[in-house]
């Protein structure tokens, strides 16, 4: 509340910005700049300045007003001149060592790269904490955009039973690949060439590892847990949401209050689904008494059909068009826009085929493995190998279809510095994961 207000108190003093990654997510947030008061884009990173330029030009800026660009991220991340850091490049090895320079350079963070936030979130948050900075997930995105209604129930005084996502799913998507992802999406590859999209980064969406890199993330930010089996995907509209999310021992799909899910678009038929919340996120909450129960029905609240269940939910986020809240909430209120608490969830890697020695991952939306959600002391238990380290490395075990790829199973360079911060969160958040169940 009243962001606005305070961004046109600081026109004359704005909030000072630095970009790392000008991709489409950064570019979508770049058009919105010019149009906020109180904000200045300091400088851009990105391993392509032509294309960054380009980008700002696509989104309208002018070209005197552009701002400098390089590829030199570490001068970005020393600037004096800047208080805000956006990492966007989307490799989370690279994020977590932009993360952890801007802390020591002290300047807070927005992690537009979740896959980072999914494997390590609970050491960023740790290190910024130490430093005196913020470090928090980017509004726009869905992740923050669910902690946000969870946030809302929870000051409200409603107790979650469960919140997430939508997304378009069936099982067989689990096997897709950069070379099927298409045929899903209703485009032949000559249209998706022209459109210049990403077989892989579409995948990722498609074959449900950014759903459970998103949902693992929300767990780590809100104290929300993953069911022991991952996400089930039920299929529903957005009126049928509060009839789902509730335990299944009253009639719904939840393993437990608390929970978090994600809502297929799909029937298992793969007929669409009417008033769908593919593109949205939802947050499911309980009326406790007969009195609450009372103001839900006289006030037209859509719940189950005991009445004790409602939901509340946006049905699209607007990505980077929205990370301007996430700078608004970091450098005027000292305050995240989500940021993990805890080490509750994982995304492990799951081998997508039978996978055999000499191999070499390829991470998330390849060909190779999946991610799929996971409690984290179970992860922990079984030495699981997080989906966003699951890129480059060389198989040394066979791993059969369907199981988890674990460190032993592959040789990790335990140099680099995203490996090492990931095997210190594990010692240090390692026992209250392991005893959380």
Partial sequence: MNLYAKLLERRDNPLRVGLIGAGKFATMYLAQVPKTPGVKLVAIADLNPANARENLKRVGWDEAHIPPIAEDWNKLVSNPQIDIVIEATGNPVAAVDHALEAF?????????TVEADCFCGPMLARKAKAAGVVYSLAYGD?????????????????PVVAAGRGHKWQPHFAQSTPETVWGYYGLTPEQAKLGGLNPKMFNSFLDGSKPAIETSAVCNATGLTPAPGGLAYPAGSVDQIPNLMRPRAEGGVLHHKGQVEVVSSLQPDGTPIAYDIRFGVWVAFEGETDYIRRCFAEYGVKTDDSGRYACLYKRWHLIGLEVGISVASVGLRGESTGCATGFRADAVATAKRALKPGELLDGEGGYTVVGKLMPAQESLAQGCLPLGLAHGWKVLKPVAAGQPVRWSDVAVDANVGAVRLRREMEQVFGYAARNAA
């Fill in 104 to 112: 020591r350079h002290g300047k807070h963070v927005i992690m537009v």
């Fill in 142 to 158: 869905q992740p923050a955009l669910i902690c946000d209604l969870v946030d809302w129930a929870r000051a409200a005084g409603f």
